[in-house]
């Protein structure tokens, strides 16, 4: 797999003592957020002084490692200024690590739901446009269509100007664009 990521992908290869000293081992205060199969934190690279969002694989997720592939091998190689860029990866010690470019706003899902922010009309329009156009260049613009399969508020990411970054490319598909799109197996959370 280590060859196959460094080959095949943009993403940097970090090692588990650098995320875990970044993250203050996986602080509860540093705990950015938790989904289906794993959790979010947020993380301070001091050699590069930027921060970042590292995403913990649950060890009891049976779709870990199959997701945790397809996110590295599909997000790490596009491009776009809708999507969150991968920047790294980490599998060492039994862990399954992911890190992304960190966004300041957090997800649609805090400012919809649990009243982080009152969004206004002009800026909820400017998400849905970004949501727009990501999904557009995933279906359409790129060599391969991608399926996300997993659309809701908490993958729908939001930097500090709230510019829409689509996230989690754990359970995307590839299909050539001449087969279509069609799939008959459901996919995602119900939220």
Same mark, same amino acid.
């Given at each position: ?22 993250t203050s081992h996986f ?14 934190y947020r993380g301070f ?47 060492? /010690?039994?862990? *399954? ?10 997800? +649609?899902? #805090?400012? $919809? @739901?649990?009243? /982080?922010?009152? *969004? ?10 970004? +949501?727009? #156009?990501? $999904? @557009? ?20 990411? $939001? ?33």
């Amino acid at each position: 797999m280590n060859y196959d990521f460094e080959i095949g992908t943009k993403a940097k290869r970090f090692s588990y003592h650098e995320l875990a000293l970044s993250t203050s081992h996986f602080a509860k205060k540093e705990k950015l957020g938790e989904g289906g199969f794993s959790g979010v934190y947020r993380g301070f690279l001091k050699d590069s002084r930027t921060y970042i969002a590292v995403k913990r694989v649950s060890k009891s997720s049976k779709q870990g490692i199959k997701e945790y592939a397809s996110e590295v091998k599909i997000i790490s190689r596009i491009r776009h200024r809708n999507l969150v860029q991968l920047t790294g990866w980490c599998h060492e /010690k039994r862990e *399954l690590l992911l890190v992304y470019e960190y966004m300041e706003n957090g997800s +649609l899902d #805090s400012h $919809l @739901f649990e009243a /982080k922010s009152l *969004l206004r009309w002009g800026t909820r329009f400017k998400i849905a446009q970004g +949501l727009a #156009s990501a $999904l @557009f260049y995933l279906h359409e613009e790129w060599e391969q269509c991608v399926l996300h399969r997993d659309i809701k508020p908490s993958n729908v990411m $939001l930097d500090s100007n709230f510019n829409t970054k689509l996230g989690d490319f754990g359970l995307a598909k590839l299909v050539d664009h001449e087969k279509g799109s069609q799939t008959t197996i459901l996919a995602g959370s119900l939220e």
